[in-house]
């Protein structure tokens, strides 16, 4: 019989669960580091909430384990590369809370309108001031969403309820899907601009930290109400105070801090401000979903070897490990290419697959793909997750095969289609390594760098003298320098391997060079 050690603390309708189908579970929570150590490699399941770590040391002890899984969405506390170098597969709920979060969110919305708490405190302390809090309707205002995935959606059925009139922001959500959720797709400049409420509901990723910065809050209306209760950091605290002491910013509320827990916070005492305890999971609705769901899915997987919801695992049989594993890493690369290289809303992602690699199981290689296309956007997104994702955001996934391939053995091409046009990138493994092979229709071959520096341009002469005189001015090494053209004079691209990443500053130089169309860093 599998045993299964529940860390943290969990609904007992999951201990029902894992005892109706078998599985042996142990509740042992509040233990020290070393106390988990020393009982862990009895088990082959751990149950983890937000307080127990399974971290380098606890992992590396456990010699028996085979599943960890946590009862909620964040995975912060899961050494995760640990995890998967010892074969551990982690699996997460992430859609147990969702309807919670999206009902905090809309709580923290009225709370604000109508400025709650603080009449709450006046009025408990005897004050009556009536006159002093005049609130807004939610009544036809401009909801504006930034992040339009599985919570934001329902924030937005929720609004639409309320007779809101919702505008969303979110790269990865086609018209298509727009239009089924009854939401105006915007430009985040649009959204700035027309919002009366900004609720944020997006993964912290680079490109998403401090997406409210100092400068697009102050482009958003006079008044404006912000909610934040996806994730500290999506919001520059400090300019968001000075927006609230002038007034500028009508009201915030917010569950998440970038540093938790908030004991003291730039945003605390600030006018009209409200402030809860990351408290979007906590009903008890929403733990039992969770701790149901967890339980489900680690006796599935100790059981059947079902996989569901796992963060660094696809569904491959070990026959096929072998033969995918070069060619999963080379569809990742690639999607994170083209992800790194679309600024617009994606509606379409195709993936060709020509020669041999035509033969093999393609669902792992187009999670693979996906993964790495929405990756930038959406840290979170797996291999597992990423076909559910897409599908959330009304993407179009479509797969060709060729078992013909005129010159490569085995050839991958991804096909990125969004509102301003396609994008195309193609890669080989050649001698078990992921190349990039085609580039805009352009043929080049060169490795996957850890920083690379992309440059369009046309071919003319010194433009490589030039580039090279700007990478070494600003101390940047380069590793390995590849070229592709259309012809003398015509489109090239030059795909630089770099052994420290460019600055804005640099990436700025760079694209004033003459005849340069687009200068991008890439991270692999």
């Known amino acids: 019989m599998p045993r299964v050690l529940i860390a943290d603390s969990l609904s007992p309708a999951a201990v029902d669960i894992f005892k109706q189908r078998g ?11 070393d106390e988990l150590i020393k009982i862990i490699g009895d088990y082959d399941g751990l149950v983890v909430r937000s307080d127990t770590k399974p971290n380098k040391e606890v992992i590396a002890a456990a010699t028996n384990l085979k599943v960890i899984g946590r009862a909620g969405i964040g995975v912060d506390n899961i050494d995760i590369p640990a995890a998967t170098a010892a074969g551990i597969v982690v699996m997460n709920t992430p859609f147990g809370n969702s309807i919670t979060t ?54 937005a059925d929720r609004a639409l309820g309320l007779k809101m009139k919702v505008v969303a922001y979110d790269p990865f959500l086609s018209p298509e899907r727009a239009v089924e959720m009854g939401v105006e797709k915007v430009e985040l400049e649009d959204l700035l601009a027309r919002a009366d409420i900004i609720t944020l509901h997006t993964p912290l990723t ?75 999971a906590s009903t008890n609705e929403a733990q039992e979903n969770v701790a149901l769901q967890v339980a489900e899915q680690i006796s599935d997987y100790l059981l059947t070897g079902a996989v569901t919801n796992a963060l660094n695992s696809p569904s491959v049989t070990a026959e096929e490990a072998p033969r995918l594993k070069p060619f999963v890493a080379l569809a990742e690369k690639l999607g994170l290419m083209a992800g ?33 296309v929405m990756r930038p956007m959406l840290a979170e997104v797996n291999m597992v997750s990423a076909p559910a994702v897409a599908k959330e955001r009304g993407i179009t996934v479509s797969e060709s095969r060729q078992e013909d391939s005129p010159i490569y053995e085995s050839l991958i091409r991804i096909t990125v289609t969004t509102e301003k046009g396609k994008r195309s990138f193609a890669g080989s493994v050649l001698a078990g390594t992921p190349r990039v092979i085609e ?12 920083t690379m520096l ?20 600003a101390g940047v090494n380069i590793a390995t320098f590849n070229l592709g053209r259309v012809s003398a004079g015509d489109d090239a691209i030059a795909l630089v391997g770099v052994d420290q990443a460019p600055s804005d500053a640099l990436l700025t130089k760079i694209q004033a060079l003459p005849h340069v169309k687009e200068a991008r860093s890439l991270l692999f």
């Open 206 to 280: 680079e490109k998403t930290r401090n997406i409210l910065s100092a400068e697009n809050l102050a482009r958003t209306k006079k008044g404006v109400l912000i909610v934040n209760c996806a994730r500290g950091g999506l919001v520059d605290e400090a300019a968001l105070r000075a927006g609230l002491d002038s007034g500028h910013i009508g009201g915030a509320g917010f569950d998440v801090f970038v540093s938790e827990p908030a004991r003291e916070n730039v945003l605390f005492g600030a006018p009209n401000f409200v402030a809860t305890p990351h408290l979007g």
């Open 102 to 155: 999206a009902e905090h969110a809309i709580a923290m919305m009225f709370a604000l309108a109508r400025q709650m708490p603080a009449a709450d405190a006046s009025t408990q302390a005897g004050k009556w001031e009536k006159s002093r809090f005049m609130g807004v309707e939610l009544y036809a205002k401009t909801l504006g969403l930034i992040g339009a995935g599985n919570i934001g959606g329902i924030v």
């Open 23 to 33: 599985v042996d579970a142990d509740i042992k929570t509040g233990l020290s580091k």
């Open 340 to 372: 790194q290289m679309v600024d617009f809303g994606i509606k379409a992602i195709d993936i060709a697959y020509e020669g041999e690699v035509a033969k093999l199981n393609a669902k792992p290689l187009t999670a693979a793909a996906l993964a790495g």
């Open 439 to 450: 580039v805009k229709g352009m043929d080049l071959d060169a490795p996957f760098m850890p």
């Open 454 to 473: 992309y440059v369009n341009n046309l071919d003319k002469p010194g433009f490589i003298g030039n580039l090279g005189g700007l990478l070494a001015e």
